[in-house]
Structures are given as C-alpha cells and as structure tokens.
C-alpha cells in the first residue's frame, strides 16, 4: 500500500461545478497534512494546509479525518484557472520526512 | 510567501558530463532544503533531504556518489548530477524549510534536464 493513495483522476467538471478530493495516509504518526496546486510543467504551489477542525480559503475547503487517515478538498463554484493538479502531501516523523500523493488531475471546462 | 530560486531552469547537456543546479532561499534561512525528482505525469519523489552544514539524507534506491548535495549555507543548497545519463533526463525541483515540521515547504521553480 501506497503511503500516500490518491485518485489520478481525471476530473473533467464543468465552470461553477463543485468537487471534492480524497487522499488517504497510511501512517498513523503522520502530524501534518496540506494541500498542494501543481500546474503543467511548474513547481508545486500550497494552496493549504489541513487541520483537524477543518479550515477554508474562500472556495476551497480542506478537511482532515485522523480516525479514519484521510484528507479531503472541496472546491466550490470551480474556474477555468482551477485546472491543475492537486498534491496531497503528508509530513510525518524521523526527519520531518515529506510524502507526496501522486495527484489528481482536475480540468474544467467552459 | 517565502521565494526559492533554482538556477539554472533548463540544461541540455551531452551524456557523460555533470551538471550542477543551484537552489536558494531568497528571504529567509532555510535550514533544511529538499530535492525532487519528477518524471513526466508522475509524483515528485524525494531524493534528498539537506540540512545546512551537515551530510545529506538520501532516500532508499537514490545514488549518492552520483548526485551529490551540499548545503553549505543557510540560503544555499547546490544539487551536482555526475556523468549524467538520458536516464537522468527529469525535472528537478528543490524546495526549502526553516526546519519545524509544521514549517510550509517553499518549492523552486524546477530545473528540466535533457540528457543527450
């Protein structure tokens, strides 16, 4: 099993459509989580981290479920400029090691 | 937010030679920086991890004689492939902490190497 799993995707939503993310952890130490934006051919960007109380950024809500080792990101109203692909990454113990998802591929169309 | 910079953002290079890529933390002190390696349509995948003024962590299945990292300073981390190979041929991205795993990595904006 995958540290970090995530869906590949592709999303394909139409503009204003909502759309959630999951990304499940598999190590149970793991103490702090974010949601990372990569477009094509550019370094990642954070968008947010996650908290277990849940916090939001205009649009964008990212949740954390430790009981159940996940991490989700809801995207409301979605644009144009959302096509990306989003990175669940996952920090955990022994050297503050960094573990990134593979992504998943969400593009939305006019 | 924090600004890394990755020097240089693109090297086309002959089979053989080494190739040395520079990342720097511009404003502020970056004691630990990391080094990414991405395939096309693949994750980044962590080759290293550098904390200023020590030896580098690499991960599991990732040479250090061939790629060798010094960290010699708070805002200067430099990645050095030696004899690079097509396989060698990625995108390199670098970014950088100032050391609390709470701390949001800052990512440079990648160097692509071409191999030939």
């Known amino acids: 099993r995958k540290e970090v799993e995530q869906d590949p995707g592709p999303f394909n939503v139409p503009e204003g459509a909502t759309v959630a993310f999951n990304c499940t952890y598999s190590?149970?130490?793991?103490?702090?989580f974010f949601w990372y934006r990569q477009d094509c051919r550019k370094e990642p960007k954070l968008l947010m981290s996650?908290?277990?109380s849940g916090n939001e950024d205009g649009r964008f809500t990212a949740q954390l479920n430790r009981a159940s080792q996940y991490i989700s990101l809801l995207i409301r109203d979605s644009k144009l400029s959302d096509s990306a692909t989003y990175l669940c990454?996952?920090?955990?113990?022994?050297?503050?090691?960094?573990?990134f998802g593979a992504g998943t591929r969400l593009f939305v169309k006019a | 937010g924090a600004v890394v910079s990755q020097h240089p953002s693109w090297v086309i290079c002959k089979s053989g030679t080494s190739v040395k890529i520079e990342c720097r933390s511009l404003d502020f002190q970056a004691t630990t920086m990391f080094w990414y390696r991405q395939f096309p349509k693949q994750s980044l995948m962590l080759m290293a991890t550098s904390n200023e003024g020590s030896k580098a962590t690499y991960e599991q299945g990732v040479e250090k004689d061939k790629f060798l990292i010094n960290h010699a300073s708070l805002t200067l981390s430099t990645l050095t492939v030696t004899s690079a190979h097509p396989e060698d041929s990625s995108f390199y991205i670098c970014?950088?902490?100032?050391?609390?795993?709470?701390?949001?990595?800052?990512f440079g904006p990648g160097t692509r190497l071409l191999v030939l």
């Open positions: 970014s950088a902490s100032s050391g609390s795993i709470e701390e949001t990595q800052y």
């Open positions: 190590n149970s130490a793991s103490q702090s």
């Open positions: 990454v996952v920090k955990g113990t022994g050297g503050f090691k960094t573990i």
């Open positions: 996650v908290y277990s």
